[in-house]
């Protein structure tokens, strides 16, 4: 499997464990005032995160290069940015709304990025050789 494809799969479980944590605390203080946070770390972080993983593992030739690791940085960034800025603006503290919509650019970056290395033609040299069946 190739190394970003790793990376984005270990950052999403990090992303489920805090999601994880969240909705636990909200489920045994009562309070939900932070879901739409929980929400977006886990949607965003977890699953998202996976799938990105899951398709650089199906299609190798288009992991390799620097282009899928700025992609990785730059979601992986903004999702964590934006992850903690909203449920900091959730809990009040409208200081952290510049951090939002900061975290929130990244993130939709990241997801253009994704976008173009998906309709982009893999390099035809770069593909790995597959063992035969």
Known sequence: MPAISHLFFRAGILFL???IGLGLAMSISQ??????AHAHINLLGWVTSAIFGGYYAL???????LLPKIHF???????????????LLLKGNTGAEPF???GSLLTA???LIAA?????????GSARM???E
């Open 73 to 87: 940085w730059i979601y992986t960034v903004g999702v964590v940015m934006m992850g903690v800025a909203l449920y």
């Open 59 to 65: 299609n190798p030739a288009k992991a390799e290069g």
């Open 31 to 36: 309070n939900h005032d932070v879901i739409g």
């Open 100 to 102: 939002v919509a900061i």
């Open 130 to 132: 597959q063992p035969a």
């Open 116 to 124: 173009y290395v998906f309709f982009a033609p893999a390099h035809r």
């Open 109 to 111: 970056a990241g997801v």
């Open 17 to 19: 464990i805090a999601g």
